[in-house]
T-cell receptor
Framework: AQSVTQLGSHVSVSEGALVLLRCNYS??????LFWYVQYPNQGLQLLLK??????LVKGINGFEAEFKKSETSFHLTKPSAHMSDAAEYFC????????????FGKGTLLTVNP | GAVVSQHPSRVICKSGTSVKIECRSL??????MFWYRQFPKQSLMLMAT?????????EQGVEKDKFLINHASLTLSTLTVTSAHPEDSSFYIC???????????FGPGTRLTVT
């Protein structure tokens, strides 16, 4: 069974600082991996996804993530935080083939200080 | 493209009544739709997976008689919370996918409050 672990339920950065949100997965097969962002009282918006092509994935709003199989990690980064980045971020994984159920991490709340 | 809507966005109902939530894929045909529940400050919990024209597959611990799911067409799935109780108050989110190789597209969510 898949599991996704997000280290740090709350990350606080200053505006303009590097954003690093950590995600580790546990899977017997290389999974598809996703990062979603959720603003208060809204659904989830896809930031980026890894589907076994390039290991460095670029997403929207300046975010990117690197798939590292040796570390079973898929950490999300952004070089310079913006106030509008403040939100909840979820890492998710799904298996290949017909197994398309997503397994979510517990989420990381990002706050950006002025 | 790939827009999913939910209706209503917010609903308040009395204990013991039933409430229906609609999930629509607006610009694609969704072979599969998912229903999630999210408690405050927590992650999404998958409740069930529904395929058009088939019975929904419920996750362990989810009462299928309480949470009725109908996926009558390739663009519409409904979740009916029957005999709602205050503990059913939550944020319900649906997602849809046009096929297994694609990611899920999420709706904006429905806030249910049972008084």
């Amino acid at each position: 069974a898949q599991s996704v672990t997000q280290l740090g339920s709350h990350v606080s950065v200053s505006e303009g600082a590097l954003v690093l949100l950590r995600c580790n997965y546990s899977s017997s097969v290389p999974p598809y991996l996703f990062w979603y962002v959720q603003y208060p009282n809204q659904g989830l918006q896809l930031l980026l996804k890894y589907t076994s092509a390039a290991t460095l994935v670029k997403g929207i709003n300046g975010f990117e993530a690197e798939f590292k199989k040796s570390e079973t990690s898929f950490h999300l980064t952004k070089p310079s935080a913006h106030m509008s980045d403040a939100a909840e971020y979820f890492c998710a994984a799904r298996g290949g083939g017909s197994n398309y159920k997503l397994t979510f991490g517990k989420g990381t709340l990002l706050t950006v200080n002025p | 493209g790939a827009v999913v809507s939910q209706h209503p966005s917010r609903v308040i109902c009395k204990s013991g009544t039933s409430v229906k939530i609609e999930c629509r894929s607006l610009d694609f045909q969704a072979t599969t739709m998912f229903w999630y529940r999210q408690f405050p400050k927590q992650s999404l919990m998958l409740m069930a997976t529904s395929n058009e024209g088939s019975k929904a597959t419920y996750e362990q611990g989810v009462e299928k008689d309480k949470f009725l799911i109908n996926h009558a067409s390739l663009t519409l799935s409904t979740l009916t919370v029957t005999s709602a109780h205050p503990e059913d108050s939550s944020f319900y989110i649906c997602s849809a996918t046009p096929g297994t190789i694609y990611e899920q597209y999420f709706g904006p969510g429905t806030r249910l409050t049972v008084t």
